[in-house]
């Protein structure tokens, strides 16, 4: 008879295979990034590989928290899900990165759409890995139906990010290097939001659009995981 395997020892396995799968899709993004500097002669997409970093951030918090067990958890919830939460947005706001695309001359219009594309999958991906680490962990404390409002609410407050990151420029940081224009224009637009009906429809058609693809991927995960039991 073969001893149980304890659920810290189950999340360290899955999570070192998605890690690896993850890796691979992002090595890819890397490389088609790295021919393109090559073929053109010109950094201009080489602002996706920062962008791609800046999406492994909540990946890996998340990923920390999944390890820790016991008091170190306790300890490090608050502070680390507060970081979670201001650098989540990244992850989903790869998806905006299809704006830059555009033809131009030196390379193909169909590579740069591949390109932008592999860079979107993975910044959602890893969006939705590290909300479903977020959501498992308050589902363990709070219930299934806080769990799904909280990565709803989550969902809503990143689409608000997008459109902070991608329209007013804002970046994650500015919570700390520039707190009072941040603030000034959060407020101005809740105080004032038919004054700024384009912020709110991003941040609806977004968060429902984040919402759906995230719910599709958690039934598909659940589907499989019935079908092998």
Same mark, same amino acid.
Do not use: K
């Given at each position: ?43 201009? /997409?080489? /602002? ?91 589902? *363990? ?33 500015? *919570? ?13 637009? *809740? ?14 058609? /977004? ?9 599709? *991927? ?12």
């Amino acid at each position: 008879m073969q001893p149980a395997v304890s659920s810290s020892q189950s999340f360290t396995r899955t999570r070192l295979t998605l890690v690896f799968v993850l890796g691979a899709s992002i090595a890819l993004s890397l490389l088609l990034v790295a021919v393109r500097v090559v073929m053109t002669g010109r950094l201009l /997409f080489l /602002f996706l590989a920062w962008n791609l970093f800046l999406a492994l951030i909540p990946f890996a918090i998340s990923t920390l928290l999944g390890i820790a067990r016991g008091p170190q958890r306790a300890r490090l919830l608050v502070p680390a899900g507060a970081a979670w939460l201001l650098f989540f947005p990244n992850a989903p706001y790869l998806i905006t990165d299809l704006f830059h695309l555009d033809a131009r001359p030196g390379v193909p219009l169909w590579y740069d759409l591949a390109l932008i594309l592999s860079c979107a999958w993975n910044g959602l991906m890893l969006a939705y890995a590290s909300l479903s680490d977020m959501q498992q962990l308050v589902t *363990v404390r709070l219930g299934a139906g806080a769990g799904w409002a909280f990565a709803t609410v989550a969902l809503l407050l990143s689409s608000f990010g997008i459109y902070l990151g991608r329209y007013l420029r804002f970046n994650s940081w500015d *919570v700390l290097t520039n707190p009072l224009t941040l603030f000034f224009d959060i407020m101005n637009r *809740v105080l004032h939001p038919f004054s700024f009906p384009g912020t709110w429809g991003v941040t609806l058609v /977004f968060g429902v659009f984040l919402l759906i693809g995230y719910g599709t *991927v958690r039934l598909l995960g659940r589907a499989h995981e019935e079908q092998a039991g």
